[in-house]
DNA sequence: CGGACACTTGAATTCAGTCAATTCGCGTGG
DNA sequence: CCACGCGAATTGACTGAATTCAAGTGTCCG
């Protein structure tokens, strides 16, 4: 069996059933709103594991909520290296660029099967100017991301391999906790040890290193496609000591 | 004599007229736009080398753009080492969020004099509501910086000192010469060395090391307020091999 | 049960950090 | 105009964190 349950063709989902509404470009719409947003879905998609939604250089005319699955953003470097810049869960909104004809300067890779839901880029200048408030959560989210990236930035400038580590845990774990996952419990965790290396700045055999290193301290097993948390409170607070 | 010229507590410059309105928010705006627009600033203020236009932690409850001088955005770890975000220029968008009420989570100091235009959340959300195209342009600076900023974390997080360092001042030198500077010559500098080592994610020694390097291979001087380049299309050549 | 991939470990190396001592250059004040 | 002082830049010696290379071992999945 794979890590996760092979999703099926399903028919598809209605906006207001959607898992990843809660925490999508949309969360904030009426009733009425949302209907029309539905309208407005250009298609419903699957990836499997490994399968690109984009790669960098693509101009993909559409943007992408991800409904189900995990997806890796990532910059590649000339001599093969990657940076991954942000892990994409349920809800998450890839891929928009004010101008969609310029090419996208990142890829975005499937880690589990995936269902992605798509809007063109002419669907999308119609919501935006039907609804205010999606402009609103537009914004919002861009600020979000830049946020994020910010703080990834500055932990991956200046933090030891151990606190670089923590901290991209506990962003994680924070995420999954807010979609409902109960982090006291064995939970699947589809990146490899290289995949976390290459979010935060280091190589896969560092990184087991300092894997090892939480693991002997009792604090977080991480490994095998599973994270299992021991002491979340060490781990936040390993995670703080950055700021 | 300081490194730049005092800025003169003057007049206020009209809109029209301000030397930063080909590079800032608003540079896309109609003549009656833009008429409307000076109406909505709300003040301009000028800032003395080492001010904070805003810290960590502040809610300023104005968006502010640089008209002219040097601005470094910074995020300050608990243990006193500063990750440098972004250099700000002359038309560049600062401290805006989507809820200005919220906490600003990264510093801005003034590296030089400088002059800056200030909006208020009022303004600011009046003038959203009577321009679309000011929100295209929001919606496009912040995907810039983002951009920007995902960039440099790939760079921080794999590429060698030296050529982080190569790929820092191309872009600096990039958005001087866009200003109209001549960088075939000795061109002011502002930013110490340990500066440029907290943007880039190294030590103030380690970055003097790669600079003497740099100097020696005869391709940049850059030190003491001042930078030489003496071999653009080397420096460029670094820079282009991380990615 | 076997193959592939992920993870682990050790040893040697290297890039970058730390500490400490000068030197350099600029702005100030005499 | 020169001397002084201070922060910035430089250098050397040493340390240390992280990488590289290489050889395992473990786990998952077909």
């Keep these: 069996m794979s890590l996760l349950p092979k999703?099926?063709?399903?028919?598809?989902?209605?906006?207001?059933?959607?898992?990843?509404?809660?925490?999508?470009?949309?969360?904030?719409?009426?009733?009425?709103?949302?209907?029309?947003?539905?309208?407005?879905?250009s298609t419903q998609t699957t990836l499997k594991a490994g399968d690109y939604l984009f790669?960098?250089?693509?101009?993909?005319?559409?943007?992408?909520?991800?409904?189900?699955?995990?997806?890796?953003?990532?910059?590649?470097?000339?001599?093969?290296?990657?940076?991954?810049?942000?892990?994409?869960?349920?809800?998450?909104?890839?891929?928009?660029?004010?101008?969609?004809?310029?090419?996208?300067?990142?890829?975005a890779m499937a880690v589990t099967d995936c269902r992605i839901c798509s809007f063109s880029e002419k669907n999308i200048i119609q919501l935006l100017q039907h609804s205010?408030?999606?402009?609103?959560?537009?914004?919002?989210?861009?600020?979000?991301?830049?946020?994020?990236?910010?703080?990834?930035?500055?932990?991956?400038?200046?933090?030891?391999?151990?606190?670089?580590l923590a901290y991209f845990l506990v962003d994680?774990?924070?995420?999954?906790?807010?979609?409902?996952?109960?982090?006291?419990q064995s939970i699947d965790f589809p990146l490899t040890h290289e995949d976390v290396a290459d979010a935060i700045g280091i190589t896969s055999v560092h990184m087991c290193r300092v894997a090892v290193e939480l693991r002997r301290a009792n604090i977080v097993d991480c490994r095998h496609n599973h994270i299992r948390v021991h002491d979340f409170e060490a781990l936040k607070e390993l995670a703080a000591s950055v700021f």
């Design 132 to 164: 205010p408030e999606l402009i609103q959560s537009l914004i919002s989210i861009q600020e979000t991301q830049a946020n994020t990236c910010r703080t990834r930035l500055t932990y991956v400038g200046q933090a030891p391999a151990k606190l670089k």
């Design 55 to 107: 790669m960098e250089g693509d101009t993909p005319n559409s943007a992408y909520t991800l409904q189900e699955g995990w997806i890796l953003c990532f910059k590649t470097l000339s001599n093969g290296q990657r940076q991954v810049l942000s892990v994409a869960f349920s809800g998450d909104f890839l891929g928009y660029r004010t101008k969609m004809n310029q090419a996208i300067n990142y890829s």
């Design 172 to 184: 994680i774990l924070n995420k999954l906790k807010m979609r409902g996952v109960d982090i006291n």
């Design 7 to 41: 999703l099926p063709i399903e028919e598809k989902i209605s906006c207001e059933t959607c898992s990843s509404r809660r925490h999508a470009w949309f969360k904030q719409c009426s009733q009425k709103d949302l209907e029309h947003f539905q309208l407005l879905r």
